[in-house]
């Protein structure tokens, strides 16, 4: 089955503090990408960081990096020092089809607690 | 523009009545893309094009569902009939992508929330 799974429906986090949002996916394939997304209050969705298969190296992005363990098929997002500008939902994606058409999960709704 | 500009933003229709969604791609890209979001759901693809022709459009879940791009930039969806079940908000996303399966960013707008009543 081409899934994302996502199994955390809601996160919260102290403002500075360290939080890792979880995501699975199931595929055969060896070369592709995976995404994650924040989509705020407003609904436009934002690219967060994007990490490439045949990498070794987990991709870094500011505050946000990724834990990327192939075999396992989880790519899990995390977010260093929060701010209350994180607050959002946060959505994994994968493109079974071609980038044209991004499978996402369910999504996490992350709180940042002031 | 300087970002994917939809509208309307909001719209409440009526079981049954036709309905227009407009979404306005980024200067220059070529790829624009649909997306459906149920609530508490990720979003669903619905079509995608490159330049004018519909590329995929295997997402519209029946023929009540249509969507053009007639100049390869500003594209319609149009729902015909809509259902309750039709409620969702409406993505609409464009990107360079040229439809290789490449590592090109969408860049979505904030979307048209249709409400059937």
């Not at chain 1, 081409?2 to 403002?15: C, K, N, R």
């Amino acid at each position: 089955a081409q899934t994302v799974t996502q199994s955390q429906p809601e996160m919260s986090v102290q403002e500075a503090e360290t939080v890792t949002l979880s995501c699975t996916y199931d595929t055969s394939e060896s070369d592709y990408y995976l995404f994650w997304y924040k989509q705020p209050p407003s609904r436009q969705m934002i690219l967060v960081i994007r990490q490439e298969a045949y990498k070794q190296q987990n991709a870094t992005e500011n505050r946000f990096s990724v834990n990327f363990q192939k075999a396992a098929k989880s790519f899990s997002l995390k977010i260093s020092d929060s701010q209350l500008g994180d607050a959002a939902m946060y959505f994994c994606a994968y493109p079974f089809f071609g980038n044209e058409k991004l499978t996402f999960g369910t999504g996490t709704r992350l709180t940042i607690i002031p | 523009g300087a970002g994917v500009s939809q509208t309307p933003s909001n719209k409440v229709t009526e079981k049954g009545k036709y309905v227009e969604l407009r979404c306005d791609p980024i200067s220059g890209h070529t790829a624009l893309y649909w997306y459906r979001q149920s609530l508490g759901q990720g979003p669903e693809f619905l079509i995608y094009f490159q330049g004018t022709g519909a590329a995929d459009d295997s997402g519209l879940p029946n023929d009540r569902f249509f969507a053009v791009r007639p100049e390869g930039s500003v594209s319609t969806l149009k729902i015909q009939r809509t259902e309750r079940g039709d409620s969702a908000v409406y993505l609409c996303a464009s990107s360079f992508a040229t439809g290789q399966r490449d590592t090109g960013e969408l860049f979505f707008g904030e979307g048209s929330r249709l409400t059937v009543l």
